[in-house]
């Protein structure tokens, strides 16, 4: 379905304030880290169709913000919205011989004739944890995302969950900073292997991949 424009201002308005709230954690001294957005391009046998994806503008920026309990502690602001698209552009290019990504998302006013399905991937959580009573700077942090596929109309053929997790691979990293950036990178390695590992086993989505590979020819590889 399109954006109308009362639903652009919106979008533009939400960009705004989350950008003067970055501005405003920024100036008062919030732990900010920019999550490493390079991974490289695994290589796996690609299944057989044409996949739709969608990132919402939410997804593309993703930024966890979290604000401290008391005015000794410091705000963390954590981005990983040009990393996650990085990622999931890396994984799924290697693991579909042909992949659409899309401007919106399908539905029956606007279909998407040229791809056999959509994935539509949403950041529901981010969780870390700080060490406690250690001078080390060891961080692990929790991604949790739930992923749908539906049909080149908007209609669902699978909903699932997935959690990835990241651990600081050194203890001994000069800043918090890099030490957080780094258990992301895990965390998004991990996300990446997870999915890659366990999305045919989604017994909606397996069921998906042997009706559409059965009745499809091979494609081109366009990449």
């Given amino acids: 379905m399109g954006l109308t424009t009362i639903d652009k201002q919106v979008s533009s308005l939400r960009a705004a ?9 920024s100036a008062c001294g919030a732990n900010q880290v920019i999550v490493e957005s390079q991974f ?12 739709g994806v969608y990132f919402s503008e939410e997804f593309k920026t993703h930024t966890f913000v979290d604000d401290p309990e008391n005015d000794t502690e410091r ?13 999931w552009q890396n994984i799924l290019n290697a693991m579909f011989a042909k992949v659409v990504y899309l401007d919106q998302p399908p539905s029956t006013d606007a279909p998407t004739s040229q791809v056999q399905a959509v994935l539509i991937p949403t950041i529901s959580d981010l ?5 406690a009573h250690t001078n080390t700077k060891v961080f692990e942090l929790w991604l949790k995302y739930e992923l749908a596929l539906t049909n080149n109309t908007g209609q669902p053929i699978a909903d699932w969950v997935m959690t990835a997790y990241g651990k ?8 918090n900073q890099d ?7 895990v965390a998004l ?29 091979p494609l081109e590889d366009t990449r």
């Fill in 75 to 87: 705000s963390w602001v954590v981005e990983t919205g040009t990393a996650q698209v990085n990622l």
């Fill in 179 to 185: 030490a957080v950036g780094a258990a992301a990178i």
């Fill in 17 to 25: 304030v989350l950008a003067l709230c970055l501005f405003l954690l």
């Fill in 40 to 51: 490289p391009q695994p290589t796996l046998e690609p299944i057989p169709v044409t996949l």
């Fill in 127 to 131: 969780q870390y944890a700080i060490p």
């Fill in 189 to 217: 390695r991990d996300a990446g292997a997870n999915f890659a590992v366990n999305y045919p086993k989604v017994p909606a989505v397996n069921a998906w991949i042997q009706d559409s590979t059965a009745t499809t020819s």
């Fill in 168 to 175: 600081t691979p050194d203890a001994f990293m000069q800043s």
